[in-house]
Structure formats: structure tokens, C-alpha cells
């Protein structure tokens, strides 16, 4: 008897990226077939990210990212931020989003799975 794969959901706020979603908002992210899907709880709003536009996925400690983004100390150890780098006709946008260390585990499995859609380019 076949199973077919569930897809794994993974809860997360949404910190800066998407047009519709307030900062610090809760949503969802669902990786399907060829799809990056980010689901906004109440009042629901679905966007959909192709996954051959993904770039690179990120995962940072809370301090990590402050420093890289901010350029300031972060204070919280127990939180971790996704950053998703995608492109858009030619330019590159980010969407990011933040968890606790339970989601981490599953944000450096997202990292690990996306190494980068690498094509050729001209700089």
C-alpha cells in the first residue's frame, strides 16, 4: 500500500516581506509540490511562492541577524529568523520570518534543502 507524502506545515511570524501581512503577525508556511506556500491566519490570505524562484533560504540566531541586518545587538537567544531570497523579474527581494528554537529545527532543514537555484548569469 502506497502513502503519499504529507506536506510538513511550519508555524512562524512574519516579520517583513509580504504586502497583507502585519509585522509580527502569525502565519503559516507549507512547502508543496512546486509551491512555497504562506498561509496569514484570520483573516486568511494565501501567497504563493514558486519554488524555482527561491534563491536561498537562511537561518540566523536572533543576535546574527541583528548584526547582519540592523546593525545592532540582538536580545533574545531564544528566537530565530527565516530568511527566504527570491527573484523577481531582475531583482532580488526577501521575505523573513521569526520562530523559537522549536522552529529552528525545521528552519535549518529548509536551509539545508534549499543550497540556491544557481543559473547562469551575467554580472
Request: aromatic share 12%; net charge positive; charged share 30%.
Amino acid at each position: 500500500m502506497l502513502f503519499k507524502k504529507k506536506n510538513k506545515i511550519i508555524k512562524v511570524i512574519h516579520y517583513d516581506g509580504l504586502k497583507g501581512f502585519n509585522q509580527n503577525y502569525p502565519c503559516t508556511i507549507e512547502i508543496k509540490d512546486d509551491i512555497f506556500e504562506i498561509k496569514k491566519i484570520k483573516p486568511e490570505m494565501i501567497v504563493k511562492l514558486p519554488k524555482s524562484k527561491i534563491i536561498k533560504i537562511d537561518s540566523l540566531r536572533d543576535n546574527e541577524f541583528m548584526q547582519k541586518y540592523n546593525h545592532s545587538n540582538g536580545t533574545n537567544n531564544m528566537k530565530y529568523y527565516l530568511i527566504v531570497t527570491y527573484k523577481t523579474d531582475n531583482e532580488e527581494k526577501e521575505i523573513i520570518f521569526w520562530g523559537t528554537a522549536k522552529e529552528a529545527i525545521q528552519f535549518n532543514k529548509l536551509k539545508e534543502q534549499y543550497n540556491g537555484n544557481i543559473e547562469n548569469y551575467i554580472l
